[in-house]
Structure formats: C-alpha cells, structure tokens
C-alpha cells in the first residue's frame, strides 16, 4: 500500500511554469515596449492598436514555434539517450547493473546494499531505473512539445492582450503614463504569481521581472523619443 506525507513539492510544475511565466512575461514587455516606442514618436491612436495587435500575433506565433522546435530537440536527445540505453541492456546487463550499482554506493548505500537495490529495481524496470538514476529523467520532466508551443503562446498573448486593452480602453490623454504604470502594475503581479506557484521568494521574483521590464520598456521608449524628434 502506497503512503502519501503531507510535504508539498514543486519540481513537477517546472516545465509549464517556465514557458507561462516567460511568455507572459515577453507579452506584457515586448508589446508594452513596442507601444511605448510607437506612441513616444507620436504615432496615432490606429498605428498604436495595429502595431500592438500585430505585435500580439507575431509574438504568440514566434513563442510556439520557438519553444516547439527546442523542445522537441531536447525530445529527441532524450529518445536517443533512452534507444541506447535499452541496446546496452540487451547486449551488457551485467554491465548495467554494475553501473547502476555504482551510482547507489556514490550517494552513500554499502556495496552489497546496494547491489541488491539496483538487482530488484532492474528486475522491475530496468529501463525505468536507469534513465531516472543515470540519464536523470522522469515522467514528470520529460520534454512535452505541443505543451511547451502551447503554453508560451497562450501566456504571450494573456500577457501582450494586457496593454494592448489599456491602449485601446484607456484615457487617450497621457496615454502613455498609463500605459507604463500599468504595464508595472502587470508584470508586479505576474511575479508575485510565479513566485507563489514555483515556492520562491516573492520579494525578489517581483523585483527582478519589474527590473528588467521597466529598463526595457524606458530604452525603447527613449529611443522612440529620438525618432519622434528627429521626424
């Protein structure tokens, strides 16, 4: 009978909380700069909505694409690792038990414990025991394309939806203060978020997505500045 402890781990949410947290993340920066750099160069209300939109699409399309084919890379390395290993316990296994076995008396078992843990769990997955013990995989971990795509896609255009409706709904007048306070206001919750869910200190989790989207979002409206004046 299995028994269950009441400690509270994290580790499985990795995977999709990194791709949300980063497409989010680039949504609500890349679109709130671009607005920004648009509206500091004295683009009109319709040329800050079309690029904000087509920034939004463009953005969610390049996350899915980019997040599919790296992960399907790390994928397809990590079938590869998997088809060797199962050649190498058809063709050694005594040779795989001993590396096995040697794993378990580095992380502190006696030879002869230990021996003995690699020989049952070989017995009931040995291809199992290994890519989790020696290759370092798990179910739990173990690359998820589609997922990935999906997930930074969806978050991105959460993310970039956020000041696109603030240019769009909000006040024309000192359009642009509102759309960098709220775009802080927006990237302060999104670390509070992933701070709660990944169990990090939310404290600095917020700080260091607020820090890098603000400076990214002053240089391009700076340099939307030089061209508005220069125009």
Known sequence: MRTWHAEIHRGHRIGWLRAAVLGANDGIVST??????????????????????????????????????????????????????????????????????????ERGLDPDLAHQVAQQLMEHDALGSHARDELGMNASGSARPIQAAFSSAASFAIGAALPLAVTAFGPIENLTFWLASTSIVFLAVLGLLSGLAGGAHIGRSTIRIVFWGVLAMAVTSGIGSVFGVVT
């Open 32 to 105: 709130a700069s671009l607005l920004l750099g648009v509206a500091s160069a004295n683009g009109s209300h319709q040329s800050l909505l079309i690029a904000g939109l087509a920034g939004l699409v463009a953005g969610a399309m390049s996350m899915a694409a980019g997040e599919y084919v790296s992960v399907h890379s790390q994928a397809d390395a990590e079938h590869a690792d998997l088809q060797r290993e199962r050649r190498e316990l058809r063709d050694d296994a005594a040779g795989e038990h001993s590396e096995l076995a040697g794993i378990y008396i």
